[in-house]
C-alpha cells in the first residue's frame, strides 16, 4: 500500500538548519511531483516546495527561497528538504506530498528564538 514516512523534524534554534526527509512507497513517481507543505498551529496548510521526480526541476514558495532546498534520491524513492537559516515563524507540521493527494503523517519542526 501507499506510504510516505517523514523523518528530520526537531527543535532548533533560530538560524540552525534541518533536513527532513520522505521515503515513498507503494505508488509511482515517475511523471509525477511530490512536494513539502507546512501547517503552523491557527493556520491554513501552505505550500513550501515541490519537486518533479523525473528531471529534478524544483518549485518553491517566496518565503523559503535561499533557504531551503528540495531535491530527490530516485534510487531511494526518497525526496529532501534542506532547511537552513530557520526563523521562529518556520515554526510548523511539515507534510510530504506525492500525487497530490497522498500525504505523510507530518513531522514537527520547531525554531526558538
Known amino acids: 500500500q501507499v506510504q510516505l514516512q517523514e523523518s528530520g523534524g526537531g527543535l532548533v534554534q533560530a538560524g540552525g538548519s534541518l533536513r527532513l526527509s520522505c521515503v515513498a512507497s507503494?505508488?509511482?513517481?515517475?511523471?509525477?511531483?511530490m512536494g513539502w507543505f507546512r501547517q503552523a498551529p491557527g493556520e491554513e496548510r501552505e505550500f513550501v516546495a515541490a519537486?518533479?521526480?523525473?528531471?529534478?526541476?524544483?518549485y518553491y514558495a517566496d518565503f523559503v527561497k535561499g533557504r531551503f532546498t528540495i531535491s530527490r534520491d530516485k534510487a531511494k524513492k526518497t525526496m529532501y528538504l534542506q532547511m537552513n537559516s530557520l526563523k521562529p515563524e518556520d515554526t510548523a507540521v511539515y507534510y510530504c506530498?506525492?500525487?497530490?493527494?497522498?500525504w505523510g503523517q507530518g513531522t514537527q519542526v520547531t525554531v526558538s528564538s
Open positions: 506530498n506525492a500525487q497530490s493527494d497522498y
Open positions: 507503494g505508488l509511482t513517481l515517475s511523471g509525477y511531483a
Open positions: 519537486i518533479t521526480w523525473s528531471d529534478g526541476n524544483p
